[in-house]
């Protein structure tokens, strides 16, 4: 069951709504006097101040109006040459246009805004303007780069100690994280948000924490873990008045029961959720949906109806795509149910169309920050050069000055100093020389590193991308086939002659070969036995598999591999020993094939041996098989070693340092 996040963008807005909803008197009064003291002030930098406290005030609930405050103010501040009152009112008008949705006409004014404030020197204001620069990002959807400037904001807050400052982007940070399924680094940075708002005291800020960390938790199913912050989470919301956190988070405690199948009480807390809702179509749309769906596991159709259609009115009418395909599907299980076969399948085919449309847009908004993140790097690597340029000619005249003075020094004192003269000579040619091997081997290190960070960056996203690709393929097209299946089944049950139509009896007979095949492709792309029971279960699944197959007999001894290792090294040893078994198979007709694991406190040897062909592993024989395996040793910083001999058979073997 996938919960939702809300970013401040809408959670922190929705509590913020109801606060002047209820002060909207107060509001209206405050406004009131502004307008009388601007009315009596000069055309100074007061009025300039009062325009920017007009706008921020009307801007809450009337944004054509703060825009016109606000450009009434940077004209100003034009007119009497008011820097200050020129960065902060481009500024304002930033962020309005992105209340409007007019991202072009914001970015030009964040833009200005941030030269302004970078020669006034307040990186107070540049952390505020990164900040403004991912809700930009994230309401157009572009999550990667929404998460890379609420980050920079941090940093830039973190640097300037302004924790009161910093919550807002982290908070935001973590959001967009949880949104790009980035669940661990997301968990990493609220724990770190814990202990900031922990030392301050803000019971508030710690709930969201909760909130987030138990999220993240149950997505990455590690319900233990979520556990520990769902009795402080619910403590809180009890008697919290901040409404909006308080219907997510119970929203998300819902969805901590849902996984653990105790669904009874995530109906009673997706309730409570329904109740504290801002009535927002997005938020309820959501809350019914996960309350229909826990009718549908519970085998009570008829109580999941009226909210999944419920939920699908408020989910078109907010227009929100990703609500609404999840509707579509428990629609269709539904359907299925209750024997309306026509239903089922009208409402899968819109649930697999909008899947597909979500994919293409989280696919093209990734390509988008990759290539951004070239450019920068493009930027720097040209910035770096400028500077050794500079850094050389620096050298070069300094050189040139230095041997001027030695000249004048030898011509007053004569032949004295001669041999002085020679003996620095060849001291000073020999310093050039060993600075010219400090700084080759400097640039030598640098390419490394970053060759490593590309690495590392190329196999992280290969594994997310078959991660999405195996959940597609078993949750898309699975389904589908599925469907399939169930209306062969329903025209034999009903047209029992058909059965024997030998085409018919093909066509079935195919439908199930192309399932299986689907399975056994997605169970490769990502064996579910490797993420439920760890890298020595997957690998004799592997080996079951081909053993079955006849193709290979394949044996597994494993010593000192009690305890599973981290989640990242075990795909990453799977996929290795996936690649040499099939370069077995492919390439080395052998019969037979040994595996070994031997760990030993934190160093882990692997070994793979056949009795095949065998090849001349002097030569440049690294296909793309090998290439990828080196590339994975390379990605754990573990050594790699093959040994063959023609006509005897192949030894390889691996040697890693694991984390403690």
Wanted: glycine residues 6%; proline residues 1%.
């Amino acid at each position: 069951m996938n919960t939702l996040f809300f970013s401040r963008i809408g959670l922190f807005l929705y509590a913020f709504l109801l606060i002047i909803k209820a002060n909207g008197q107060a509001g209206d009064a405050l406004v009131d006097s502004l307008k009388q003291e601007l009315r009596k002030s000069k055309a100074d930098t007061n009025q300039v101040k009062l325009l920017m406290d007009l706008g921020n005030n009307v801007g809450y609930y009337d944004a054509p109006a703060a825009l016109k405050y606000a450009q009434q103010g940077l004209d100003l501040s034009k007119k009497i040459n008011y820097r200050l009152g020129q960065a902060r009112t481009h500024y304002l008008l930033g962020n309005t246009y992105i209340d409007l949705g007019n991202y072009a006409r914001s970015q030009t004014h964040l833009d200005a805004a941030a030269r302004l404030f970078s020669a006034l020197k307040r990186q107070d204001m540049l952390g505020k303007i990164e900040n403004a620069r991912g809700n930009w990002h994230y309401l157009q959807s572009d999550l990667w780069n929404a998460a890379h400037h609420y980050g920079q904001a941090v940093e830039i807050f973190h640097a300037l100690k302004d924790t009161a400052l910093e919550i807002i982007p982290y908070q935001n940070l973590i959001a967009a994280l949880g949104e790009t399924k980035n669940h661990e680094k997301a968990i990493t940075m609220s724990k770190r948000l814990l202990e900031i708002v922990k030392k301050r005291g803000d019971s508030l800020q710690m709930a969201y924490s909760y909130n987030y960390l138990i999220n993240n938790y149950v997505a990455l199913n590690q319900l233990d873990a979520a556990k520990m912050y769902v009795a402080d989470l619910l403590g809180f919301i009890q008697k919290s008045m901040d409404y909006g956190l308080a219907a997510d988070a119970y929203n998300v405690i819902g969805g901590y029961h849902y996984k653990k199948l105790e669904y009874q009480q995530a109906l009673a807390h997706y309730h409570q959720a329904l109740e504290k809702a801002l009535r927002s179509d997005y938020q309820t749309a959501q809350y019914k949906h996960s309350i229909g769906q826990t009718y549908l596991q519970l085998n009570e159709p008829l109580k999941a109806y009226p909210y999944l259609r419920q939920a699908e009115t408020e989910a078109q009418a907010a227009n929100s795509k990703d609500v609404y395909y999840q509707v579509c599907r428990s629609l269709g299980e539904y359907c299925e149910k209750m024997g309306d076969y026509q239903r089922a399948y009208h409402y899968l085919q819109e649930y697999n169309k909008l899947n597909d449309s979500i994919l293409v847009a989280e696919t093209r908004h990734y390509t988008t920050y990759l290539e951004a993140a070239f450019e920068n790097s493009k930027k720097e690597t040209e910035i770096f050069r400028l500077k050794t340029a500079e850094l050389q000619k620096d050298l070069t005249l300094k050189k040139r000055n230095n041997y001027l003075l030695v000249a004048l020094s030898f011509l007053a004192l004569g032949g004295i100093f001669f041999g002085l003269k020679v003996r620095n000579d060849q001291t000073r040619r020999k310093l050039l020389e060993q600075d010219k091997k400090l700084q080759a081997e400097k640039i030598l290190s640098l390419e490394k590193e970053q060759q490593v960070i590309s690495l590392q960056s190329m196999i992280t996203g290969q594994e997310s991308e078959r991660n999405r690709i195996a959940k597609d393929l078993h949750d898309g097209l699975g389904g589908l086939f599925s469907t399939v299946k169930m209306y062969f089944s329903s025209l034999q049950h009903e047209q029992p002659p058909l059965g024997e139509n030998p085409l018919f009896q093909k066509s079935m007979e195919l439908t199930n070969t192309a399932s299986l095949e689907l399975r056994r492709i997605a169970h490769n792309l990502m064996p579910e036995v490797l993420m439920k029971l760890g890298l020595i279960n997957a690998i004799q699944d592997l080996c079951n598999n081909i053993n079955t197959s006849r193709l290979l007999t394949i044996s597994l001894q494993a010593y000192g591999m009690e305890k599973r290792l981290n989640p990242n090294t075990e795909i990453m040893l799977y996929r290795i020993v996936q690649e040499l078994l099939n370069n077995i198979i492919k390439h080395a007709q052998a019969s037979e094939a040994i595996i070994q694991f031997n760990q030993h406190q934190e160093r882990l040897n692997i070994t793979i041996e056949d009795n095949g062909l065998g090849f001349n592993a002097s030569e440049d024989n690294a296909g793309a098989g090998l290439s990828t395996i080196k590339s994975r040793v390379n990605y754990l910083n573990g050594a790699l070693n093959i040994d063959s001999t023609q006509g005897v058979g192949t030894t390889v073997m691996m040697e890693f340092l694991l984390e403690s």
